[in-house]
C-alpha cells in the first residue's frame, strides 16, 4: 500500500511554507526589488538578433568562458581570483549550502534578512542559527561573536546592504566576523549598485572571503543570473555540486552583450538612487509612516496600521511588500521598490488616501 507524502518528504519540508510570489496582474509592481526601466530600443534590436541566431538546438557553454571575461570585468573582479556563476543567487546560495552541508554543519546567518538563507539551509539538511539584529537593524557584534564561537559555523552569510531593511552593516564588525569565522563567510551583495561600497577588492585580503553579486537588480532579473568570487581553493569544492550547462544559452548571450553597455546600467542605477532620495522624503511628510534610510533601491517604512495600508494599496492597484509577521524587528512594516517617478507617484497617492482613509 503506498505510503502517504508525509511519510517520505523529510518532515522539516513537511513543515515549510514554500516561497510566495503574488499575483501581479494590471498592478503597479512595486514588491520584488527590480529595476523598473527596460532596455532602450536599439538595445532591444541587438538582443534580438543574438536571439535569432542563438544555437538552441545546442548545450551552452559549460563554463560560460566569455560571459565571465566580462562580468569579470564589469564587476572589478581582483585578479587571481575565481568566478562561479549560478541560475541567479538563489542556486549559488544552494550551491554552497550543499557543498558545506556536512552532518551537524551550522550555517550562520543575520536576521531579519534574506529569506532564502535560512529556506536553502533547511532544504539541504543543515542547521540554520539566525543572529537578531538590533532594534535599529544594526549588526550587534556581541551576539555574533558569540554565536560563532558556540556554532563554529561552516558557513555565513551576510547581506550588504540587507534585505529588508536596507542598510549598510558596519565594516569593522564585518572585518571581524570574516576573521573569526572558521569557514566561508558570504558576503551578498544583490544592491551593490545602489550602494556605492563593496567588499569585493578585499577579496585577496581574506582567503575564506566571498562575494556574490547578482544582475537582477540592474535590469535583468529575467534572465536570472548570479555570480560568486573568490579563492578557488573555496570554489573549486562548491563547484563540482553545480549541474551541468546551469546557464542556458539565452543568458549567456544577453547578459553578454547587455554588459557591454555599463554605462547605461550606471545611469539606470543612478536615476533609481535620486528616485529614493524623493521617495524616502515624501514617505516622510505622510502622518503615521517612518521610512528607513536605505542604501538598496527599496525603502522599508513602518505604519500602525500595515495589514490595513497593504491591502488598502492593493485595492488601489499597488502591490508593494508586507513584512509584518515575518520577524519580530519587523512588526508594522512594509517594503516598496523604488520604481519610476510615475510608478512611485501612484504609489504615494495610494498610500496618503490609504491612510487618511
Given at each position: 500500500?503506498?505510503k502517504k507524502?508525509e511519510?517520505?518528504?523529510?518532515s522539516e519540508?513537511?513543515?515549510?511554507k514554500?516561497?510566495?510570489?503574488?499575483d501581479?496582474?494590471?498592478?503597479?509592481?512595486?514588491?520584488?526589488?527590480?529595476?523598473?526601466?527596460?532596455?532602450?530600443a536599439?538595445?532591444?534590436?541587438?538582443?534580438?538578433?543574438?536571439v535569432?541566431?542563438?544555437?538552441?538546438?545546442r548545450y551552452?557553454?559549460?563554463g560560460?568562458?566569455?560571459?565571465?571575461a566580462?562580468?569579470?570585468?564589469a564587476m572589478?573582479?581582483?585578479?587571481?581570483?575565481?568566478?562561479?556563476?549560478?541560475?541567479?543567487?538563489?542556486?549559488?546560495?544552494?550551491?554552497?549550502?550543499?557543498?558545506?552541508?556536512?552532518p551537524?554543519?551550522?550555517?550562520?546567518?543575520?536576521?531579519?534578512?534574506?529569506v532564502?538563507?535560512r529556506m536553502?539551509?533547511?532544504?539541504?539538511?543543515?542547521?540554520?542559527?539566525?543572529?537578531p539584529?538590533?532594534?535599529?537593524?544594526?549588526?550587534?557584534?556581541d551576539?555574533?561573536?558569540?554565536?560563532?564561537?558556540?556554532?563554529?559555523?561552516?558557513?555565513?552569510?551576510?547581506?550588504?546592504?540587507?534585505?529588508?531593511?536596507?542598510?549598510?552593516?558596519d565594516?569593522?564588525?564585518?572585518t571581524r566576523?570574516?576573521?573569526?569565522?572558521?569557514?566561508?563567510?558570504?558576503?551578498?551583495?544583490?544592491?551593490?549598485?545602489?550602494?556605492?561600497r563593496?567588499?569585493?577588492?578585499?577579496?585577496?585580503?581574506?582567503?575564506?572571503?566571498?562575494?556574490?553579486?547578482?544582475?537582477?537588480?540592474?535590469?535583468?532579473?529575467?534572465?536570472?543570473?548570479?555570480?560568486?568570487?573568490?579563492?578557488?581553493?573555496?570554489?573549486?569544492?562548491?563547484?563540482?555540486?553545480?549541474?551541468?550547462?546551469?546557464?542556458?544559452?539565452?543568458?549567456?548571450?544577453?547578459?553578454e552583450k547587455?554588459?557591454?553597455?555599463?554605462?547605461l546600467?550606471?545611469?539606470?542605477?543612478?536615476a533609481?538612487?535620486?528616485?529614493?532620495?524623493r521617495?524616502f522624503?515624501?514617505?516622510?511628510?505622510?502622518?503615521?509612516?517612518?521610512?528607513?534610510?536605505?542604501?538598496?533601491?527599496?525603502?522599508?517604512?513602518?505604519?500602525?496600521?500595515?495589514?490595513?495600508?497593504f491591502?488598502?494599496?492593493k485595492?488601489?492597484?499597488v502591490l508593494?511588500?508586507?513584512?509584518?509577521?515575518?520577524h519580530?524587528?519587523?512588526?508594522?512594516?512594509?517594503?516598496?521598490?523604488?520604481?519610476?517617478?510615475?510608478?512611485?507617484t501612484?504609489?504615494?497617492?495610494?498610500?496618503?488616501?490609504?491612510?487618511?482613509?
Amino acid at each position: 500500500m503506498p505510503k502517504k507524502p508525509e511519510g517520505i518528504i523529510r518532515s522539516e519540508i513537511v513543515a515549510l511554507k514554500a516561497y510566495h510570489v503574488p499575483d501581479s496582474s494590471g498592478m503597479v509592481k512595486l514588491d520584488a526589488m527590480e529595476n523598473p526601466y527596460a532596455l532602450p530600443a536599439d538595445l532591444q534590436i541587438e538582443v534580438a538578433r543574438l536571439v535569432e541566431s542563438a544555437a538552441l538546438n545546442r548545450y551552452p557553454d559549460p563554463g560560460a568562458t566569455r560571459l565571465k571575461a566580462r562580468l569579470r570585468e564589469a564587476m572589478d573582479i581582483p585578479s587571481g581570483m575565481e568566478v562561479l556563476l549560478g541560475n541567479g543567487s538563489d542556486e549559488i546560495i544552494q550551491m554552497l549550502t550543499m557543498a558545506a552541508a556536512r552532518p551537524g554543519a551550522v550555517v550562520l546567518g543575520l536576521e531579519p534578512s534574506f529569506v532564502m538563507f535560512r529556506m536553502i539551509a533547511t532544504f539541504c539538511g543543515a542547521r540554520f542559527v539566525g543572529v537578531p539584529l538590533k532594534p535599529d537593524f544594526s549588526l550587534d557584534a556581541d551576539k555574533v561573536m558569540a554565536a560563532i564561537a558556540e556554532h563554529r559555523p561552516a558557513l555565513v552569510f551576510i547581506a550588504y546592504p540587507n534585505n529588508p531593511t536596507g542598510n549598510l552593516f558596519d565594516e569593522a564588525v564585518m572585518t571581524r566576523i570574516i576573521e573569526t569565522a572558521p569557514g566561508m563567510v558570504v558576503v551578498d551583495e544583490a544592491y551593490h549598485a545602489f550602494a556605492g561600497r563593496s567588499f569585493m577588492p578585499r577579496l585577496k585580503d581574506y582567503p575564506n572571503l566571498l562575494v556574490m553579486r547578482t544582475l537582477s537588480k540592474s535590469g535583468l532579473a529575467g534572465l536570472r543570473l548570479g555570480l560568486i568570487a573568490g579563492a578557488g581553493a573555496w570554489l573549486g569544492h562548491v563547484d563540482k555540486v553545480r549541474l551541468p550547462y546551469n546557464v542556458n544559452v539565452l543568458t549567456q548571450l544577453v547578459a553578454e552583450k547587455v554588459l557591454q553597455h555599463r554605462g547605461l546600467l550606471a545611469r539606470q542605477a543612478a536615476a533609481i538612487k535620486a528616485e529614493r532620495t524623493r521617495l524616502f522624503d515624501e514617505l516622510q511628510r505622510i502622518p503615521g509612516v517612518q521610512p528607513v534610510p536605505s542604501d538598496a533601491n527599496f525603502i522599508l517604512f513602518k505604519t500602525g496600521k500595515a495589514e490595513q495600508v497593504f491591502n488598502g494599496l492593493k485595492q488601489r492597484g499597488v502591490l508593494i511588500k508586507n513584512l509584518h509577521g515575518s520577524h519580530l524587528l519587523l512588526a508594522d512594516c512594509l517594503r516598496v521598490t523604488v520604481g519610476t517617478p510615475e510608478e512611485d507617484t501612484r504609489f504615494l497617492d495610494a498610500l496618503n488616501e490609504t491612510v487618511n482613509a
